[in-house]
């Protein structure tokens, strides 16, 4: 059974960055055609989709944060990590590490979400 537990400061100041981890167990991030991805939900709104990082170690940005968005990952402790860069408070949400599986075309592994507060 494949885990995500995300983690990371909840809180951090507008124009600091913020960057979760999301450990996975279960199964190894290089395994092919699973890409691995941040999810986050502000308060009140819809799911916006920030990037993911792929087995073979190829990141993509969405568009609306692309300039302040980084994913990165550790394989030797199996974890990926996202940086986005000078935060706002419009940046307060929880943020969602999930696996999509390229094959099944489906989000099949979720982590509970981890909240993260900007502060002005």
């Known amino acids: 059974q494949v885990q995500l537990q995300e983690s990371g400061p909840g809180l951090v100041k507008s124009s600091q960055s913020l960057s979760p981890t999301c450990t996975v167990s279960?199964?190894?991030?290089?395994?092919?055609?699973?890409?691995w991805t941040w999810i986050r939900e502000p308060p009140g709104k819809g799911m916006e989709w920030i990037g993911y990082?792929?087995?073979?170690?190829?990141?993509y940005y969405g568009t609306f944060l692309k300039s302040h968005t980084s994913i990165s990952r550790d394989t030797s402790r199996n974890q990926f990590t996202l940086q986005l860069s000078s935060v706002t408070p419009e940046g307060t949400a929880v943020y969602y590490c999930?696996?999509?599986?390229?094959?099944?075309?489906?989000?099949?592994?979720w982590g509970q979400g981890t909240q993260v507060t900007v502060s002005s």
């Open positions: 279960g199964g190894s991030i290089s395994t092919n055609d699973y890409y």
């Open positions: 990082i792929a087995y073979s170690g190829r990141t």
């Open positions: 999930t696996r999509w599986r390229s094959g099944f075309q489906t989000y099949d592994y």
